[in-house]
C-alpha cells in the first residue's frame, strides 16, 4: 500500500447515488448508505484540489425495458424527475460537479456511465487520464463502469470503501470486485485524508 498522488489528470465519478438505490428505495442496496461518509471524504479530496467530480444517474422513463411491467428483471427505478431519481441529500455533491444521465429512452439500458453518454471524450477532452470509481451498485453499474473506463483507455482506481453490491446472487459483489482487478482496476483505500493503493 502506498500513498496516491493526485493531481492533473485525476477525476472522481460518483456512480447512481440515488434514493432508489439507497435502503428503503425500490430498488434499496443492502448498507448503501454506508457509502455516503466516503464518498463524502473523495468529494473533498478530489474537489478541494479543484479536481472535477462527475455523477452518474440512472435517469429512466415510465416504460424503461429493465422494468419488471416491461418484462425486465428490475421493480421500477430512477424514473426521471422523480424524488426515487434524485441524488441522496446526504451527498455533498459539489455545485460545479458533473451529471451524467444514463438509459434515458425506453428501449435502452446502460450500466456503464460511458455507455451512450459521451463520457470518455467528454473526459479525454478535460485531459483526465485517470478516474477513481465510486457508488452504486459495484456488481451491475460499477462494475460496467470501471470495465469500459477500462476499455476507453482510463486507468481506473476503485475505491473500496465507496461501493456496495446489490447481490442478487450471494458472492456477486466479490466476484465483480475480482473481475475489475483482474482487467488492470487498482483497488484504493481512504487512509489518513489521502488514498492508498
Ligand atoms: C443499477 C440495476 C438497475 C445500478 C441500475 O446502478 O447498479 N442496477 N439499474
Ligand atoms: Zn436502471
Redesign the pocket.
Known sequence: MSAIVLGKGDALLI??MQND?LPGGS?GVPEGDRVIDPINTLIELYAGRGLPVYASR?WHPGDHC?FSAQGGP?PP?CVADTAGAAFSNALRLPENAIVVSKAVTAAEDA?SAFNGTGLARAMLAEGINRVTVCG??TD??VLNTVLDGIEAGFEILLALEGTRA?EVTAGDGDRAIARMLTRGAVPVRLSSGGLVG
Do not use: G, I, Q, T
Open positions: 456512480v447512481d438505490f430498488l440512472d429493465s428490475w427505478h450500466y452504486l451498485a451491475y453499474c446489490v
